[in-house]
């Protein structure tokens, strides 16, 4: 497994999963999903989409 992290933008994530971008901005904004903000962008890594997606369906809860 690579070590390399990969850093995807809020419409990255959006269309991984097949949500809107603003949900994706709103979600952040909730800290229900980790950002990193970087010179006005809002900017997810990978690994931190996962836990989100992983946390929703022990859950059960809908995005």
Sequence with gaps: MSSEIMIM???EVAEL???SRATVTRLAQRG???RIP???R???TR???TRFVSGQRQNGAPL
Excluded: Y
């Design 32 to 34: 229900e999903l980790a």
């Design 42 to 44: 809002l900017l997810f």
């Design 9 to 11: 933008t809020a419409q």
């Design 38 to 40: 970087v010179a006005g």
């Design 17 to 19: 999963l097949r949500i």
């Design 47 to 49: 690994l931190e989409v």
